[in-house]
C-alpha cells in the first residue's frame, strides 16, 4: 500500500496545483472524527468546511444512500424524482420560500439565484433593471457570475473582464447600500447572513431589516447566500431567522447534503415564477442521491435536535473561544453565530502556524478571511469534544506565542 508521503507526491504531480492543501489524506471518519493514512486521530472542527452536519457514519445516512444506489441513482430532470420532489416539500414547509430548483454546489446555487434576479428585473422593469448589489468582502463562488458577486478582488485577479452591472456595498451599511440602488437599474442585492470566507462577519441585525425594507420598496429581490450558514449551521435552520425578516431568494449547499454535492436555490412564488422551462437546468441536480441525503440531514437534525445542539455548543465553543481570547495578546476578537465561530488574530501568519501546531497535535482547523481561525464543526459535536479541542487550541496558541 502507498504511504501518505506517496500519494502527496503523486497528487502534486497529477492534481492541478489549485488548493493549498495541507499535507494529510484522511481514510476513514468516526462521530467527529477522522483518521489518516497512518491511522492518527483528529477531531476535526473543519468538518468539510462546514459541509459534514452529520459528522462521519451517520447510520441514516448510509443506510438511505445504499439502499437509494441498490435501486437507481440518475434519470435527469426530464422526469420527477421522488426524493428531490420530497425535498424540495420539506424545505418549503420550513422555510419562507415557496420552489426550489436544485443544484450540485454552492457556486451553483448562487449563480443560479443571479439569473433569478436578473430575469425578474427584466420581466418586472426591463433590460435597465439588471443590476445586482452584493457586499464588500463576501464569497459567493467561483464561477464568472459568483466570482464578480464575490466582492474580494483577491478571487478576481487576473480572470477580468467580471460581468457588468454587479456593485459593492459596504457589508453592514445601509447608507452605503441605498446610495447603490433604484428601482429602475437594481433587480437583486445579495447578502451572506454571516460573511463566512471573509472572516466569520455575522450581519448586523437592523443592517439586514433595513436591507429588506429598501428591496420591497423598490422592487428588487433580497437573496440571502446561505451555503454556508444554512441548514442548522448557526443554530436555526436557516441563518436569516436570526433577524426576524423573510428573503426573497436563498442559496443553500454545503451542509444540506451531509458531505454529498448539492445546492439548491429557493425562492418566493412571485420571484419563482421568472424562470419557465429551458431557463436554468442542471443534468446531475436534484439527483436521488443527493436529495436522499438532503432529506436524511433534514430528518436527523430532528431527531437529533441538531439546531438546539448547534445553539447550545455553539455558546459554549464561543465562551472557550473567549477564554483564550483573556489569556493570548495576539487575540483581537471572538465572534460567529452558532457553530460558525471566528478566532481573529492580530497578524495573518499567525492563522497557519496555528493551524499546523494544532493539527499535529490532532485537531484540525481552518482560516477565514486573512486573519481569522474558523471553526465549523459537524453539528453533532457534544460539550467534551469542544473541550478537548478548545484544550489543543490552548497548547497550539502556547507554542506560537513569541
Ligand atoms: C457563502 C458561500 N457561498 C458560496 C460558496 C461556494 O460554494 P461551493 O464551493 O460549493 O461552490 C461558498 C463556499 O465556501 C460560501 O461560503
Not at 12 to 21: D, F, H, L
Not at 67 to 82: C, D, G, P, R
Not at 244 to 263: N, R, S
Not at 294 to 308: C, K
Request: negative net charge; proline residues 3%.
Amino acid at each position: 500500500m502507498e504511504s501518505m508521503q506517496e500519494l502527496i507526491e503523486k497528487g502534486r504531480q497529477y492534481v492541478m496545483n489549485t488548493y493549498a492543501r495541507f499535507p494529510y489524506a484522511f481514510t476513514k471518519g468516526e462521530g467527529v472524527y477522522l483518521y489518516d493514512m497512518d491511522g492518527k486521530k483528529y477531531l476535526d472542527f473543519v468538518a468539510g468546511i462546514a459541509v459534514n452536519s452529520l459528522g462521519y457514519g451517520n447510520e441514516a445516512l448510509i443506510s438511505n444512500l445504499n439502499a437509494q444506489m441498490q435501486k437507481v441513482f440518475h434519470t435527469s430532470n426530464l422526469y420527477w424524482i421522488e426524493p428531490q420532489v420530497k425535498l424540495a416539500e420539506a424545505l418549503v414547509q420550513r422555510s419562507c420560500a415557496d420552489k426550489v430548483f436544485f443544484c450540485n454546489s454552492g457556486t451553483e446555487a448562487t449563480e443560479a439565484a443571479l439569473k433569478l434576479a436578473r430575469k425578474y428585473g427584466s420581466q418586472v422593469g426591463g433590460p435597465e433593471k439588471c443590476q445586482i448589489i452584493t457586499m464588500k468582502n463576501s464569497f459567493h463562488g467561483r464561477t464568472f457570475g459568483a466570482i464578480t458577486a464575490t466582492g474580494q478582488t483577491k478571487y478576481q485577479k487576473g480572470l477580468g473582464p467580471m460581468l457588468p452591472e454587479i456593485v459593492y456595498a459596504e457589508y453592514n451599511d445601509i447608507e452605503s447600500v441605498r446610495a447603490l440602488a433604484s428601482k429602475e437599474k437594481t433587480c437583486g442585492i445579495l447578502v451572506e447572513p454571516v460573511q463566512g470566507e471573509g472572516g466569520v462577519i455575522p450581519a448586523d441585525p437592523a443592517f439586514m431589516q433595513e436591507l429588506r425594507k429598501l428591496c420591497s420598496e423598490l422592487d428588487i429581490l433580497m437573496m440571502v447566500d446561505e451555503v454556508q450558514t444554512g441548514i442548522g449551521r448557526t443554530g436555526t435552520l436557516f441563518g436569516y431567522e436570526h433577524f426576524g425578516i423573510e428573503p426573497d431568494v436563498i442559496a443553500l449547499a454545503k451542509g444540506l447534503g451531509g458531505g454529498m454535492p448539492i445546492g439548491a436555490m429557493m425562492a418566493k412564488d412571485f420571484c419563482a415564477s421568472a424562470f419557465g422551462p429551458g431557463d436554468h437546468a442542471a443534468t446531475f441536480g436534484g439527483n436521488f442521491l443527493s436529495t436522499t441525503a438532503g432529506l436524511t440531514v433534514l430528518s436527523e437534525i430532528d431527531r437529533m435536535h441538531l439546531l438546539e445542539n448547534a445553539q447550545k455548543q455553539g455558546t459554549h465553543l464561543q465562551e472557550r473561544a473567549k477564554k483564550l481570547q483573556e489569556k493570548y495578546d495576539f487575540i483581537q476578537e471572538v465572534r460567529g453565530l452558532g457553530l460558525m465561530q471566528g478566532i481573529v488574530l492580530n497578524e495573518a501568519s499567525l492563522v497557519n502556524e496555528i493551524r499546523l501546531e494544532a493539527a499535529k497535535r490532532g485537531l484540525l482547523v481552518i482560516g477565514a478571511g486573512y486573519t481569522a481561525l474558523r471553526m465549523v464543526p459537524p453539528l453533532i459535536i457534544q460539550k467534551e469534544e469542544i473541550d478537548a479541542g478548545m484544550d489543543i487550541l490552548d497548547e497550539a496558541m502556547a507554542a506560537v506565542q513569541k
